[in-house]
C-alpha cells in the first residue's frame, strides 16, 4: 500500500498535535505546521521519521504559500486546517467592536479558507480537505453566549461551502467541516467531556470514511449537525 500523506495546519498543541501523532501512527507522512516553536511538536518529530515541521500562519499569505511551494501538486490526501482562536471573554452581542470582529474573523474563518484555496491543488482527487469547526457554528443548535466565537464559525462554514462548490467539487475533493467535540484543551477546559485522543480517532476514522466530494458538517463520531 502506497504512503498517504496529511498537512496539518495548526499541529502545535491540542488537537492538531493530536492529528499529528494519529496520522502518523496510521502510517502518514504528515508535514505538520506551528506558528511558533512548539516543544510537544518537536518531541513528537524527534519520536519518530513521519513529522516534518513547517512554520506557517493562516493570516501570512507568503508562510501558506511557501508550504505549497514545498510540495509536491496531487501528493496530499488529507488537509487539515485546524489553526483558530477563542477570541477572549468579550463573547457577547453588546461586547463586539470592530476591533475584536475583524480579528477573529480572519483567524478563523477567511484565514483558514483563503489557506486551503492555495494549498487545494495540493490535495489529490479523491481527497479531502478538513475544516476545524464548531457546533456554535450551528445557527439551528445555537442558544447564545459565544457571539464572537460562534459568528466566525458560521462565516467558516458559509466560505468553506463556497470553497467546495466553486473550487473543489471540480478537482474531485471534499470539504468536511468539522466539531471535535467538547475537548479537554486550553479552549475546552479540564472538564469537557472527552480527551484529545478520543475526538481525533473519531475526526480521523470519519475523513479516511469519505469515499466521494460533498461538503458537510459532521461530529467527531460521525453523525450529521444541522447548520
Known sequence: MSEKTAIIIGASRGLGLGFAKELAERGYKV???ERKRSEELHVAKANG??????QC????ADSVSAIKAECTEGSVDL?????GVYGGSEQGLDQLSYENVANIMHTNATGPVQAALTLLPLVKRGGTIAMLSSMMGSIADYSGGVSLYGMSKVAQNFLARS??????KER???VISLHPGWVQTDMGGPDAAIDV?????GMTNVLEAESEPRHVFLNYDGSTIPW
Open 197 to 201: 485522543a478520543t475526538s481525533v480517532t
Open 57 to 60: 500562519d493562516v493570516t501570512d
Open 163 to 168: 470553497l467546495f462548490e466553486e473550487h473543489a
Open 79 to 83: 488537509l487539515i486546517m485546524n489553526a
Open 172 to 174: 474531485g475533493v471534499g
Open 49 to 54: 521519521d513521519a513529522i516534518d515541521i513547517m
Open 31 to 33: 508535514i505538520a505546521t
